[in-house]
């Protein structure tokens, strides 16, 4: 297993197919040796069939964990061999019912022996490792219900790409990425107000020079998001998170998040007790992100913008 070595567990997936082959392979000749008209993939099927009445092929997908397809391509497959048969349900005539054949019934008695053979060697072969293979078959697939392989490779990827980011304060030479970051995501989903056009056109008089602050994120030196902080005349919320954005060619190296953490930060360090924003509830991904740092739906109030239908706050602690 020198292969196996040298790339360590990033090929889990080719090792377990390659031990599953090996099974399944022996499983071939072992029902030949049981003289038993029996394919490894059909088993499931079959010992479910096995052990109640007649099952639709819904109940056995569900029952066995595998697709509706899966299953129906399995059950066409032991028709052939006249193991299973389908009829019609007598009192759903919309649903077909599935079950043995006499000649898969007959397979019960031929395989009782071949269970127990079966068994006493596997409890053999455990015996003879230090790790008991099903158990950890059984927390690896509960582990990877609560969260699959794909999202915890995303979450590892976005912790890496993450070590490459930094967030900096706005110096002029940000001013057209900060604008140009800004109206690229807001005309693909709405359109410029005359609001927009104040904090892009003139970042520095309508934004820092009122007490505010803005960040950049770079990613590899390069400005890949934006953020601001807007002082507010309001007599209940002192700042406003507002103008963020994120480069769609950067989106899934956890930046949103970065930023937003950053501002939160920034605004505890001006002695905000909580900081405001304003969004659409049509941008799922930036609503989720806003829970996600905190913010939480308050009561609707006056807005400069057309595009606001959902205010939200975080309390600063």
Known sequence: MDFFNKTGKMAIGSRLRMLTEKITEDAVSIYKMYDIDMQPKWFPVYYVLSQDEAKTITDIAKEIGHSHPSVSKIIREMVK???????????????????LTTKGKAISEKIKDQYIDIN??????TLQTRNDLWRAIEEWEFLLEQKTLLQR???QKKERESANVQIIDYTPQYKQA??????????????MEEADYKALDAPQEYILDRGGSILIALYKNEPVGVCALIKMDDPDYEYEMAKMAVSPKAQGKNIGFLLGIAIIEKAKSFGAAKVYLESNTILKPA???????GFNKVASRNTPYERSNIQMEVIIK
């Open 120 to 125: 006493q060697a596997i409890e053999q072969l």
């Open 81 to 99: 061999h006249d193991l299973v048969a389908e009829k019609k349900d007598k009192g759903d005539g919309r649903r077909n019912m599935v079950s």
């Open 178 to 191: 900060f604008r140009n970051l800004n109206e690229e995501w807001i005309s693909k989903w709405f359109k």
């Open 153 to 155: 490779v995303r979450e």
């Open 287 to 293: 609503i989720n992100l806003y829970h996600k740092l």
